[in-house]
Each structure stands twice: as structure tokens, then as C-alpha cells.
């Protein structure tokens, strides 16, 4: 997995303002301590700051879908895996090599295959994934067979048909095979629906859901169908996570640097509140409400395109179905 994005900071973002450098979050907190009367070496008010900060951040990010949080990056998937021969039973979960007297095993199972969709060529109607990597030789699948008989020397797939992103994609916008065209989100009940008419069909994939959010890494792992029948390059568009910042010189905001006042001016305000001093609180927090409306009319850097949501029944579909959409601007000028 490749990252195409560059470091934020070294872009153009509006002819008015020039280039402009990106301010660390160090300097930020800083400015905010010299501002409102605090000394900048109070270690402990620095950790207060650095908390108001990321709360200002995390607020004046929600409310437009910015062109600055759109990444990219590139993948490959793996193609089906299906060499030699596999012995498994009714009931079981345990999918050992077949090897016939005097014949040199030949399957090498892998920790990679953790999780990929196990396919009997016997039969298509079912869907097992892989649970367990135990050796070379043997797998352990998930739900157990269920054909009726035993079978020895069965021909089998590993069909390599998940994705899981890193953890700083919050969501997927697009995803592209290379020289094909691009996949269509879908519903994970109709994306279901879609695959058991045939659970082991390969081809170019056309279609992808979310399957899973992990909740302390934060990755998402998409489904595609149909599986991969070869290797393929995929070309995703994202919308970065929202990370948190920390009291840094090498900490950057991915807010462009002529907008860097919506931080200041919330951090200030933050800051008086907490002083308790709620004529100036108000004051900066009107100030801070300003500066994100002006950055939120700059259309060199907002987004109109609406994005694939992993929790929502609903999803995007760039082909013409009318679908559900969640957007829209959130009041920025609140700080509790």
C-alpha cells in the first residue's frame, strides 16, 4: 500500500494570501498562552491548551467536506490461491492437505490468507472464511463444512476478496481497478444479497461495502465482489482521518495556513472561558465564528462531492439510484 498524498504545507491555497507556511501546533499554543496573559512554560496550562486545541480542531473540521482531507493512495490484491488438494469433514472446521501415498506436499498456507473466503470446488453455495493459519498445511474455516459427506482430495479457491485500509482513511470516497472502471459502493445488505447468487464468482471486482470498523486501530476493511481472478492495482480516493495533535514543533494542522486564525482565535476563547472571563470569551468566540465562515465560502477549498458513510444503511451511488446523504454545516463557535 503506497500513499500518493504529500506533506501538507507546501501548497498554494488561494492567489489573495501566496504561499504561506503551515504553522506547527507548538507555535499555535504558544501564540494562544502570549495572548491571553499565560506564560508559555507552564507545562501543566500547556496540556489544558493542547486539549481545547484538538477539541477546536475536531469541531471546525466537521462542518464542510474539505478538498485539503482528500488523499489517495494505491494497492494491490493478491489472485486466487488453489494448489494441490484438501481433505475436509462434515462439521468440521479443520481443512488439512490431502497428499496421496508417495506424493510431495505441495500447499503452502500463509498468515496473509488470514481472513480470505475459502471456496470448495464442489460447491459455490456457501461462504467460509478463514479463521486460522496453522501451518503450512492447514486452515481452519469458519462456519464448519457443511456438505453431508466427507471429502478427500477436494479442489479448492483462496479468494482474496478484503481490503483493510490504514487507519488514516476515515472514508473511502472512490476506488478504481487499474484500467477499469470505477466500483459502485453498495449496502453491506445488498451487497449480501448480491453475492450469495454466487459466492465464488471471480472477475474484475465491480462492487464493495464495509464489513468492519476496528474500533482501537480505527481501520476500515471493505468487501469486493467479484474476487479478484488476477492481480489488480487499485487507485482509492479518501477523506483522511481527523488525528490527534500534540504540543510539537514537527506537528502540523492539515487546516491551510491562511486559515490557521479559526485555531487561534477558538483556542483564545477556549482559554477565557476557562478563566472564566466571559466578556472576552464571547468577544473571541464571535471573532472565531467569523474566521471559520470565511473559510468555510472559500470554494478553492471545500468539496460539494458527498462520501461513501461505513456506518449507514445508505451509500452513495454514482449511477443514478436515489440514495440517503448525510451532510451539512455544523455551528462552529461552541466550546465546552
Not at 508559555?40 to 482531507?69: C, E, I, P
Request: proline residues 4%.
Amino acid at each position: 500500500m503506497s500513499d500518493e498524498a504529500s506533506r501538507f504545507g507546501t501548497g498554494k491555497f488561494g492567489s489573495q494570501f501566496g504561499t504561506l507556511a503551515a504553522s506547527n501546533v507548538k507555535t499555535i499554543i504558544d501564540d494562544a498562552l502570549k495572548q491571553t496573559g499565560i506564560s508559555t512554560s507552564n507545562v501543566g496550562y500547556r496540556d489544558t491548551a493542547l486539549s481545547f486545541l484538538n477539541q477546536v480542531y475536531a469541531t471546525a473540521l466537521k462542518g464542510r467536506q474539505w478538498k485539503f482531507m482528500n488523499k489517495e493512495l494505491s494497492i494491490e490484491m493478491e489472485p486466487p490461491y488453489e494448489l494441490g488438494l484438501v481433505s475436509v469433514e462434515e462439521g468440521s472446521h479443520d481443512v488439512i492437505e490431502y497428499v496421496e501415498d508417495g506424493s510431495v506436499p505441495v500447499t503452502k498456507f500463509n498468515a496473509t490468507q488470514l481472513g480470505r473466503m475459502f471456496v470448495p470446488k464442489s460447491s459455490r453455495d456457501w461462504q467460509y472464511r478463514i479463521i486460522e493459519v496453522e501451518s503450512l498445511s492447514k486452515l481452519k474455516i469458519s462456519p464448519g463444512y457443511v456438505d453431508a459427506d466427507s471429502t478427500m482430495g477436494l479442489g479448492y479457491e483462496i479468494l482474496n476478496d478484503r481490503i483493510t485500509l490504514d487507519s488514516k482513511v476515515q472514508q473511502v470516497k472512490s476506488i478504481r481497478p487499474s484500467g477499469h472502471l470505477e466500483m459502485q459502493p453498495k449496502g453491506l445488505g445488498e451487497f449480501r444479497e448480491l453475492k450469495s447468487r454466487n459466492y465464488g464468482l471471480k472477475g474484475v471486482p465491480r462492487y464493495y461495502t464495509v464489513v468492519g470498523v476496528d474500533e482501537q486501530a480505527g481501520q476500515l476493511t471493505l468487501e469486493v465482489y467479484p474476487a479478484p481472478d488476477k492481480r489488480y492495482g487499485f487507485h482509492i480516493e479518501y477523506n483522511v482521518r481527523i488525528g490527534r495533535l500534540s504540543d510539537s514543533e514537527t506537528c502540523y494542522t492539515v487546516v491551510p495556513p491562511e486559515h490557521n486564525d479559526v485555531l487561534l482565535l477558538g483556542l483564545r476563547a477556549a482559554i477565557y472561558e476557562d478563566q472564566n472571563n466571559i466578556q472576552l470569551a464571547d468577544r473571541v468566540n464571535q471573532k472565531a465564528t467569523s474566521a471559520w465562515l470565511r473559510m468555510a465560502s472559500d470554494y478553492e477549498i471545500t468539496d460539494g462531492q458527498p462520501r461513501l458513510q461505513p456506518h449507514s444503511q445508505n451509500y452513495r451511488n454514482r449511477y443514478g439510484r436515489r440514495t440517503s446523504i448525510f451532510y451539512g454545516r455544523k455551528h462552529f463557535g461552541k466550546f465546552d
